[in-house]
């Protein structure tokens, strides 16, 4: 593991109605690191992706790399993972067994004539890790070109839905890729418009959503990859695809707009049928650049990035802060925050960890560091019991997750007669017991950990 230094500041801001600042932290390292995603873990933690440069030989390139970070800022774990040439690492998510899946992009090499100059493509590079970071699996997948990968899904078969681009001399091809466990293809799409921004679960279909200048299109797949559902719409002057949200009975469309004088958000509504329903914009008063937006139970968060010009006596320099923005259920802004002038900060990430704390993530230019930020609403009291068992019922697979120092934890289940099914020791906060080979039934889950012991029912569907 490269030799990492913390900076950690600890800082109290309380803001009216405004989530505070728990804490900041910046990253150094000796290596350029660049973000390019994140996401929270159910231990109320979260964990980060994307490139770090090494030395191969004679050259220099890009490598994977995930950390794993505490609800405290504090590492707890690091993978970096590459092989020959540049790997970039653009999506992250944690999966139903505990572990991750790592997507993004690896450079390829082939001899192009005689003279033995060298041709690069890029293919997308699938990685399987357990909660432990240890591999389980790697996939290759090549459309000729440059493959750039968009995004990736888990749906509640188990399969992983993934979608990228291919883009070479002629044209650009999107593509869908329905994985499973194991990293083997079952089937893949090509979707003939636009480029792809969303990928969604539907009421077990897939929805797909993509934009061509200023044309929005839908498309809804079944899980066998037919297409059943398509739908485009004409928006003007679409400036980004800021996210896509699919609700009990809606699909929600945000988007930001740009005119000669300033950019406009805009919230979209679709039913099932993809019938547009309703269309609302957000009169602004600033003209900050929306990266995404996060629902919050106040309404919707936006984040992005605040670009100024820093100007002294011998020069003026573009920065950028980051910017977190909320507008109420009836699409009105309620307040607007800026985060860190100092320095030119790039925010790629925010989202809600576990407890309700919101996480800002990002790259800054202050030496290669990686730039976190924690918010709290003062008033958040959401209690944290000592053992959290989920979901039940289920199908496969059981979290338990102990909130409270321990040195060994041993669990166990029992069936209705007795028996016992399972019995492990664990050693980490969070662990994932697959019992997807147990009948259907109700069982006894037993914990014993520090003199302490605790039980509850489970159900297996």
């Known amino acids: 593991m490269k030799f990492i230094y913390l900076l950690f500041l600890l800082i109290s801001v309380s803001t009216y109605s405004q989530p505070s600042l728990k804490w900041e932290k910046y990253i150094k390292d ?5 973000v390019f995603d994140a996401t929270s873990t159910l231990d109320y933690g979260f964990v980060i992706g994307g490139a770090i440069s090494s030395v191969k030989g004679e050259k220099s390139s890009f490598d994977f790399f995930i950390m794993k970070i505490n609800e405290e800022g504090k590492i707890q774990n690091e993978l970096i993972l590459g092989e020959e040439n540049n790997e970039v690492l653009y ?6 067994d505990g572990g991750f899946l790592l997507l993004g992009s690896q450079e390829l090499e082939q001899d192009s004539n005689v003279e033995n100059l060298i041709s690069l493509e890029t293919s997308l590079w699938i990685v399987k890790i357990n909660s432990d970071f240890n591999i389980e699996w790697k996939k290759n997948i090549s459309n000729n070109g440059n493959n750039i990968p968009t995004s990736i899904y888990e749906m509640n078969d188990g399969n992983y839905i993934i979608s990228g681009h291919s883009i070479n001399d002629t ?11 194991r990293g083997n293809i079952n089937w893949n799409k090509t979707i003939e418009n636009g480029q792809i921004e969303f990928v969604r679960n539907l009421n077990n279909n897939i929805l797909v959503n993509s934009y061509s200048n200023n044309t929005i299109f839908f498309t809804i797949l079944n899980q066998e990859g037919e297409e059943i559902n398509s739908s485009n719409f004409e928006q003007e002057s679409i400036l980004k695809l800021s996210s896509l949200d699919v609700t009990e009975n809606t699909i929600d469309l945000y988007l930001t707009t740009k005119n000669s004088k300033e950019t406009n958000l805009k919230k979209i509504g679709f039913d099932f049928n993809l019938n547009q329903i309703r269309e609302i914009s957000l009169d602004r008063k600033n003209n ?12 919707i968060l936006f984040y992005g990035n605040q670009y100024f010009i820093n100007r002294n006596n011998e020069y003026s320099e573009r920065k950028a802060s ?3 923005e909320l507008v109420d259920k009836n699409f009105k802004q309620t307040w607007i925050k800026e985060f860190s002038k100092e320095n030119d900060n790039n925010l790629v990430k925010a989202f809600k960890t576990r407890d309700q704390s ?3 993530i990002g790259n800054s230019d202050k030496e290669n560091n990686l730039y976190f930020l924690k918010l709290s609403e ?6 944290i019991q000592n053992i959290e068992v989920f979901p039940i019922p289920t199908n496969d697979y059981l979290n338990v997750i102990i909130n409270q120092k321990f040195q060994l934890a041993k669990i166990k289940i029992f069936d209705m007669a007795g028996r016992n099914m399972l019995n492990i020791e664990k050693k980490d906060r969070h662990s994932v017991l697959n019992i997807s080979n147990f009948p259907s039934g109700i069982y006894l889950l037993n914990i014993e950990y520090e003199n302490e012991s605790y039980s509850t029912k489970i159900i297996k569907k």
């Open 30 to 34: 000796d290596n350029t690191r660049i």
């Open 91 to 96: 999506k992250v998510i944690q999966v139903r």
């Open 171 to 181: 044209n650009r091809i999107n593509y869908i890729y329905s994985i499973d466990k």
């Open 288 to 299: 900050h650049i929306i990266t995404s937006s996060l629902i919050d139970k106040n309404g």
């Open 322 to 324: 980051y910017v977190l």
């Open 358 to 360: 919101i996480l800002l």
């Open 378 to 383: 003062d008033n958040n009291n959401n209690s």
